[in-house]
C-alpha cells in the first residue's frame, strides 16, 4: 500500500465515523489565511489540535476569533493527505469567554496597576547617551542578532555592551531573567533591554511572571521591555520604565546614530559661529561709539588703542573656535577608529562555536562519547555528536 492511499483511508475512516462533532477548547495561535479560510490551534489543559475554518464556513461568524478565546465548535474531524496531519474542520463557532491564558494575564494586571507598579510617575527616564547597556535575551536567538547588526549599522561606538543570557520561553524562563537581571547589579549600566523575538501567546507568557514583575519594578536601573511584536502586550511592558514595540525598536529608542550626533555638532558649530559674530558686532558698535566720544575729549589714541586690544581679543577668540572645531573632527576621527575595531572584532568572531549541552553552555573537556550537543554561532546552529 503506498503511503497516499493509505492517508486517503484514514481520511475516509474519521470523516464517516467522527462526521459531527462537537468541540471545546481554547485558541493559542490563529492565522487569517488570504484566500479567507481561518488555521488555528485548539487546545486544553492536556492536548491541542489543528483546526480549520473555511471561508464558506467562517462568513457567517461574527467576530473574529484571537488567542486566547474560548470556543464551542461544532464540526468533523480529517486528514490532509499530503502532510498525513489529523485536524478538526469547524462548520460552526460560537465564543464563550476568555481562556485561561487571558484571564490570569488580566487579573495579574489589574492586581499590579491598583498596588502602583505602572504609575507613569515612578518611571525612570533614560540617559540621553548612554555609555553601558545590559541585553537580557536568549544568546542564540534572532532578536539579539538583528539588534547587534542594528547597533553596528548606527555606528554609535561609546558605548559598552553586556549580553546577559536567560531563558525566554518556558516555565523555568522567568526565574532565568530574574537570575540574569540580578547579574547586572554587579555593574552600573545606563539602562537594561528585556527582549525576545515574536511567538504564540503561549511562548511569551512567561513575560507575565509576578514574582518577575516586581523584580523589574524594584531595580534601580531603567528597563526597557521589548518583547514580542508589536500588538503583543505582556506585564513586563506596563511594569518597565519603557515599552518597545519590537527589540529592534528599542535599539532606535537607545541609541543615537553616528550620523544624528554629526548633525548635532554642525549645529553647535553654526550657532556658536553665530553668538561670537554677535559678541563682536555689540562690542564694536560700543567701541565706535565711544571714539566717536573721545574725539570731542582728545581721547582718539586711547580708544584707537582699546580697539586693538578688542580685535586682539576677537582673534584668540577665532583661534578658541578653530581649536573647538578641530577637536570635534578629532573625536570623529576616533569614532571612525573605534568603528574600525568593531568590525574587526566582529569579523573575527563570526566563526567562534560556542558549545552547548541542553541549552547550557559546557566546556569540551567535559563532552564525553555519544553526547549530543549545539554548535552555536553568532549566525548559525547546528547539531553535533560526539563518536
Known amino acids: 500500500m503506498k503511503v497516499s492511499e493509505l492517508n486517503l483511508k484514514a481520511k475516509s475512516l474519521l470523516e464517516i465515523h467522527l462526521d459531527d462533532i462537537e468541540l471545546s477548547g481554547e485558541i493559542s495561535k490563529i492565522t487569517i489565511h488570504s484566500s479567507g479560510h481561518w ?16 471561508k464558506g464556513h467562517n462568513q457567517f461568524v461574527e467576530t473574529k476569533p484571537k488567542a486566547g478565546d474560548m470556543l464551542d465548535l461544532r464540526g468533523y474531524v480529517s486528514l490532509y493527505e499530503t502532510s498525513g496531519r489529523y485536524q478538526f474542520i469547524a462548520k460552526s463557532m460560537q465564543r464563550t469567554n476568555f481562556g485561561d491564558l487571558e484571564a490570569k494575564f488580566l487579573a495579574l494586571k489589574d492586581k499590579l496597576e491598583k498596588e502602583g507598579l505602572f504609575d507613569q510617575k515612578i518611571k525612570k527616564s533614560i540617559k540621553k547617551y548612554p555609555e553601558k547597556i ?51 547589579k554587579k ?133 578658541l573656535v578653530k581649536m573647538k572645531v578641530l577637536n570635534y573632527d578629532n573625536r570623529l576621527t576616533n569614532i571612525q577608529k573605534l568603528l574600525s575595531q568593531h568590525e574587526y572584532f566582529f569579523e573575527k568572531s563570526k566563526n567562534l562555536i560556542n558549545l552547548q549541552k541542553n541549552g547550557k553552555n559546557i566546556s569540551l573537556k567535559e563532552l564525553k562519547k555519544g553526547d549530543v550537543v549545539e554548535l552555536c554561532s553568532i549566525d548559525e546552529n547546528k547539531e553535533a555528536k560526539i563518536l
Do not use: W
Open 39 to 54: 488555521y488555528f490551534d485548539l487546545k486544553d489543559e492536556k492536548s491541542s489540535i489543528a483546526c480549520i475554518m473555511f
Open 134 to 184: 545590559a541585553i537580557i535575551t536568549s544568546v542564540t536567538s534572532a532578536a539579539l542578532q538583528d539588534m547587534l547588526k542594528l547597533i553596528e549599522n548606527k555606528e554609535y561606538n561609546f558605548c559598552k555592551i553586556s549580553v546577559f543570557n536567560a531563558l525566554t520561553q518556558g516555565q523555568s524562563a522567568p526565574s532565568s531573567l530574574i537570575e540574569a537581571l540580578e547579574k547586572t
Open 187 to 319: 555593574d552600573n549600566f545606563d539602562v537594561i533591554v528585556l527582549a525576545r523575538g515574536g511567538g504564540s501567546r503561549e511562548d511569551l507568557f512567561c513575560f507575565n511572571d509576578e514574582e518577575l514583575a516586581r523584580y523589574i519594578f524594584s531595580l534601580d536601573t531603567p528597563i526597557v521591555s521589548a518583547i514580542g511584536h508589536e500588538i503583543d502586550y505582556v506585564i513586563s511592558d506596563f511594569v518597565a520604565d519603557i515599552r518597545a514595540p519590537t527589540p529592534s525598536a528599542a535599539i532606535d529608542m537607545i541609541f543615537p546614530s553616528k550620523m544624528t550626533m554629526m548633525q548635532i555638532l554642525d549645529e553647535i558649530e553654526t550657532k556658536l559661529k553665530a553668538q561670537i559674530l554677535i559678541f563682536f558686532k555689540i562690542y564694536e558698535n560700543k567701541v565706535d561709539f565711544l571714539c566717536n566720544l573721545a574725539k570731542a575729549r582728545s581721547l582718539e589714541n586711547i580708544f584707537s588703542l582699546k580697539k586693538q586690544q578688542l580685535f586682539a581679543t576677537k582673534k584668540q577668540l577665532d583661534y
